[in-house]
């Protein structure tokens, strides 16, 4: 089965860097990859997704790369601003098979003032 | 996109006893998951809903501690059995809205603490 590795784990950046958090999979059939949000205490939402026809995704501050040859994919958030402190996750899936996801182990990203 | 309403939200229980929680949509769905999330970690799938047929379960999962019903298009119950105080985590259902829509969207959660 699919197999997800993320880091870093933590992750603390000052309000206005970058923050880079990259993710590889395992399964070279697999077409879809999601982030999500979870803040504490609440559900974890999408904030963007790519599928493997495309190398990259932009909205807003938030870009998703896509390597399917090395199997690897990555979020950037420019700007960061304290309201993106939370813990993000990567996931793959088969999608169009209304496959399960496998997510990543997570990433806590702290914007320090 | 769809609206996801999951109850309880939480619940305290006592070890031995089982909690059903349950999963609304708003609009029929294909498949409907059911993830655990342990404290501090990540998601882990339980299982899929099948409407119709039986839930598949993911390595680790058995049915006879995670009974799960879909009745339809739009419900589904996760049964938590026998509990122990290992079972204590945020149980969240995900229904997945097809491509071009949300992807994989996810209910509240219910925060069960078993004592």
């Known amino acids: 089965g699919e197999n997800v590795e993320q880091h870093p784990s933590t992750l603390s950046v000052q309000e206005g860097d970058s923050a880079v958090i990259k993710c590889t999979y395992s399964?070279?059939?697999?077409?879809?990859f999601p982030w999500y949000k979870q803040e504490l205490g609440k559900r974890p939402q999408l904030i963007i997704d790519i599928r493997s026809n495309v190398g990259e995704k932009k909205d807003q501050r938030i870009a998703v790369t896509l390597n399917k040859t090395a199997k690897h994919f990555s979020l950037h958030i420019t700007e960061t601003q304290p309201e993106d402190s939370a813990v993000y996750f990567c996931?793959?899936?088969?999608?169009?098979?209304?496959?399960?996801?496998?997510f990543g182990t997570g990433t806590r990203l702290q914007v320090t003032l | 996109s769809a609206v996801i309403s999951q109850k309880p939200s939480r619940d305290i229980c006592q070890r031995g006893t089982s909690l059903t929680i349950q999963c609304q949509v708003d609009?029929?769905?294909?498949?409907m998951f059911w993830y655990r999330q342990q404290p501090g970690q990540s998601l882990t799938l339980i299982a899929t809903?099948?409407?119709?047929?039986?839930?598949?379960?993911e390595s680790g999962f058995v049915i006879d501690k995670f009974p799960i019903s879909r009745p339809n298009l739009t419900f589904s119950t996760l049964t938590v059995s026998n509990m122990s105080p290992e079972d204590s985590s945020i149980y969240l259902c995900s229904v997945e809205l097809g491509q071009g829509a949300d992807g994989y969207t996810f209910g509240s959660g219910t925060r069960l603490t078993v004592v």
């Open positions: 809903a099948n409407q119709g047929s039986e839930a598949t379960y």
């Open positions: 399964d070279s059939a697999s077409n879809y």
């Open positions: 996931a793959a899936s088969l999608a169009g098979t209304a496959s399960k996801l496998t």
């Open positions: 609009s029929q769905v294909t498949m």
